[in-house]
């Protein structure tokens, strides 16, 4: 049995509740379609709007939109995301400072690139072991979350050696000729 019902307007709008994969498409079938402002066909759990899952963007314009909503997602849920955003914002503002070369600020600018991908992913991967295993425990779960948390870790201390390597030399060079 669900956990939830398929609602529309704060109404069941079905008696039979989706217990397998089989009855979906049919139960969709039966539905009026409800669209919202932007013509887009949404449907309702417990009155919250949610898009479904599945359905495939139209144009260019609604994939960056679906795109910048999964960035919001990591930013306003995931702790470390916020971290990172933090740390790649220092370090492009002391790139800038220290009057770091453009290659140095476009390898600084990849590294921290690669470790909010990489968070991104680890928010995607945790979400969809969340979704599969519900609330019991699976050590596979563990395992799959554990790695991606790993190589989140592997690239923040790369990115983080990175930037060391560049930014360091300009600070000691800044330092030396304050003191001069």
């Not at 939109?65 to 919001?72: E, H, I, S, T």
């Not at 306003?76 to 600020?105: C, D, K, P």
């Not at 945790?126 to 519900?134: A, C, G, R």
């Amino acid at each position: 049995m669900p956990k939830f019902q398929l609602i529309s307007n704060d109404q069941p709008i079905t008696s039979k509740p989706i217990t397998s994969k089989s009855d979906f498409p049919q139960f969709l079938a039966q539905q009026p379609v409800h669209h919202n402002f932007s013509s887009e066909k949404t449907y309702h759990y417990k009155s919250e709007k949610r898009y479904l899952a599945w359905k495939v963007a139209t144009n260019l314009g609604l994939s960056f939109r679906y795109a910048w909503q999964g960035v919001k997602y990591a930013f306003t849920t995931q702790r470390n995301f916020r971290i990172h955003t933090v740390m790649t914002s220092v370090a492009l503002a002391l790139g800038f400072y220290l009057h770091a070369t453009t290659v140095e600020m476009a390898l600084i600018s990849l590294t921290c690139a690669m470790v909010m991908v990489l968070e991104l992913l680890n928010t995607a991967l945790e979400s969809v072991v969340d979704l599969t295993v519900k609330q019991t425990y699976h050590e596979l779960a563990k395992i799959a979350k554990d790695c991606a948390a790993g190589a989140v870790l592997i690239g923040s201390l790369a990115s983080l050696l990175v930037a060391g390597f560049i930014l360091l030399p300009h600070g000691i060079d800044l330092i030396i000729s304050i003191l001069s």
